[in-house]
C-alpha cells in the first residue's frame, strides 16, 4: 500500500497545478475571473474538433446538459471525466474502500491529485469510447486526432475549474454547467420563435387559429418556467433543529435540514448510470433491418443505426428504462397523443408503458442513491450527530449525548432524504416529459448552482458595489 501511495505521489507531482494567489482576489478581480473562464468554455463548446463534425445529442441530450458537453465539439465529453472521477473517489473514500484523512492537509491534498490523475485517465478513456463507437462523426484517418483533441478539451475544463475555485466564485464545473443548460434554454427558446414551424412561421401563414397555435407552440417555455419556480420554492423548504453552545449558555442557533437534503446528486447519479447504460447498450451489434431480433441479447436491447449512422436503442429491457421526451419542436399534447398509439418495433408494447417504466424506475433510482450518498457522504443521522459533538453543539433539552442527538435526526433525515430524492426525481421525470428546454435534469442543476452563487454573491457583499447586480437578482 506504502509503494502504491508514492508511486502516486511521484506521478501527481509531475501534473502541471494551478497556485494558490499570493493575496486573496477582491470581488471585482475574481468576477473577472468567472468572466474569463466561461467565455474560455463558450468559444470551445462551438468549436467543432479538427476531423469532426458537430453532431446531435438526440436521446443523449440528458448526458450532455449534465456534462456541460457537445458532442462532434472540444467539448465532446465535457466535465464527464471531471465528475465520475469525483465520484468514484468519494463513493470509496466513503465507503473506505480508499482511505484519506481529509483532515490531514497532506492527504486532503493527495486526494485532490489523485481525483485530477483519475480525471485525465477518464478524459482519454471516454474520449476513446465516444468516437470509437460512433457517438461523434469523425473523418476518415482521423479516429486519433480527434481523441486527443477531445481529451484536451476536458482537461483544458479541468484546470479552468481549478482557475476559478481559486481565483473566481464558487466551483467552476458548476458555472460550465449552467451556462449549458442557459444555452440550451436559449437556442431552444430561438428555435420556438424563428425555427421550422415555429411562431414566426405559424403568425406569418395566417388563419383563424394561428395565435392559438403560436401559443401552443409555446408549452416547453411555459413548463420551464413552471419547474423553475417549483424547484426555487423547495429549495426554500426546511425544518428547523434548534441547538445551542453546551459552553456558553444562551448562546443558540439552529441546525437547517433541506428539503432538498442531498440537493441534485440523486439526479446526477441516475442520469450517468442511464449514461452508461446506454453506452453498453449501443456496443452491442446493431440489428439487421427488415428481420426479426432471436436469441438472448434481443430480450436486453435491440440497436438499430440511425440515418446518420449513430447506433440508437430501439428496443429491448433496457430501452423502457431509457429517457423519452418529445422530440425538439413538438409540444407535450402532440407528443402525447402520437405516441398513445405507437409501439415498440419489434416487441409491439406500447411506448405508453415505456414512459411509465421510465418514471417509475428513474424515481427508484434517485431515491437509493440519495440513500447510499447520504451514508457515504458522512452526511448521515450518525455521521452529523458526531460532528455536531465536535463542535461543542447540542440540543437544548437533551443529555450530551451522541446517541441522543442521532436518536432525534433520525426521525427527520430519513424521510427528508426519501421524499427529497423522490421529489427531485419525480420533478426531472416530469420535465423531461413535457418538453422544457435545458431538460428537468438541466434545470434542477442550474437552479440548485445559481441558487448557490446568489450565496456567495451575497456573503461578498457584492451587491453593494455592483448596483447592477442588485437589479437583476430583485434587489434594492
Known sequence: MGFIKNSLISIIHLLPEIKQPDRPPNTKERIKWVIGGLLIYFIMFNTPAVGSNIATTGSMEFLSIVTASRFGTLLTVGIGPIVMASIFLQLFNGAGIIKFNMEDPEERKLFFGVQKLLAIILAFFEAYMFVAFGRVPVNEGMMVPVIIQVAFGSIILLYLDEIISKYGIGSGISLFIAAGVSFSVIMGLIGLVIG???????????????????????????????????????EGMK?????????????????????????????????????????????????????????????????????????????????????????????????????????????????????????????????????FWVETANMGPKAVAEQLMGSGLMIPGHRRDPRMIERILNKYLPVVVILGSAFVGLLAVLADLTGALGTGTGILLTVTILNRFYEQLMSMRVFSMYPAFGKIFGMK
Request: glycine share 8%.
Open 239 to 371: 425544518i428547523e433543529i434548534p441547538l445551542a453552545f453546551d459552553m456558553a449558555r444562551g448562546a443558540a442557533g439552529r441546525l437547517p435540514i433541506k428539503f432538498l437534503y442531498v440537493s441534485n446528486i440523486p439526479v446526477i447519479l441516475t442520469a450517468a448510470l442511464m449514461m452508461n447504460i446506454t453506452l453498453f447498450a449501443t456496443m452491442l451489434p446493431a440489428q439487421t433491418p427488415g428481420v426479426q431480433p432471436s436469441g438472448p441479447l434481443s430480450y436486453l436491447a435491440v440497436v438499430e443505426q440511425s440515418s446518420t449512422g449513430t447506433p440508437q436503442l430501439r428496443d429491448g429491457l433496457l430501452y423502457f428504462i431509457m429517457p423519452i421526451r418529445p422530440p425538439r419542436g413538438v409540444n407535450f399534447f402532440s407528443f402525447i397523443r402520437s405516441i398513445s398509439g405507437m409501439s415498440t418495433p419489434y416487441s409491439h408494447i406500447p411506448e405508453l408503458v415505456h414512459m411509465l417504466v421510465y418514471s417509475i424506475v428513474y424515481i427508484i433510482f434517485c431515491v437509493i442513491f440519495g440513500m
Open 196 to 234: 421550422d414551424g415555429g411562431i414566426t412561421s405559424i403568425l406569418a401563414a395566417g388563419g383563424s387559429g394561428a395565435l392559438t397555435d403560436a401559443l401552443i407552440k409555446l408549452t416547453p417555455l411555459y413548463f420551464t418556467i413552471l419547474v423553475f419556480i417549483v424547484v426555487v420554492y423547495a
